[in-house]
């Protein structure tokens, strides 16, 4: 199992890698952080140099679930432009092409229809109510975004991961 994070920076340590690193997966953090904590240029450098990465780790077929970390939020940028670093049309050329039996999961908001399309199932999560609204900071080991992550992303590889990350129902696993 290979996690990739595309806007989480490896300047950071971050409660999932934490977890997952004690799992013994494989993470690896490739963004530059926040879109307004560095310069358009930063991050389309790390943009890229994480989906060169995604792709080939995708096509050498090594590993049987892959998961791409906020790339939707990456395919939304709009604050510069991203597409000859993180083309949308080579994202989904690649999901097309995965090994028989891999399984991707891409996560993050604002999925561009696209992938919606190309995708066996599509969860949407979403707050009913967070401690946020009410002005409270984050609480250590409780933040909602990453508890749901552990939960969907460590313990289901363990037990539904292929029921909730298969893309393109026309493979076989």
Not at 135 to 157: E, K, Q
């Amino acid at each position: 199992m290979l996690a990739i994070q595309f806007i989480k920076s490896p300047q950071r340590s971050y409660g999932e890698q934490i977890a997952l690193q004690k799992l013994g997966v494989e993470i690896v953090q490739t963004g530059a952080g926040f879109t307004w904590t560095k310069t358009p240029e930063e991050h389309r450098e790390a943009l890229r140099q994480g989906w060169a990465l995604a792709r080939e780790r995708i096509l050498r077929g090594k590993e049987k679930l892959i998961i791409l970390d906020e790339i939707n939020n990456a395919l939304a940028i709009d604050r510069f432009p991203i597409d000859d670093v993180l083309p949308l049309q080579e994202v989904l050329e690649t999901i097309s092409r995965r090994p028989q039996g891999m399984h991707l999961v891409l996560t993050g908001r604002d999925a561009h229809p696209d992938i919606i399309a190309a995708a066996d199932l599509v969860t949407e999560m979403k707050a009913v109510k967070h401690y946020y609204d009410e002005g409270a900071t984050a609480v250590m080991g409780l933040n909602c975004s990453r508890l749901c992550w552990i939960l969907y992303r460590i313990s289901a590889p363990f037990c539904c991961i292929p029921l909730l990350s298969r893309i393109s129902s026309n493979r076989t696993s």
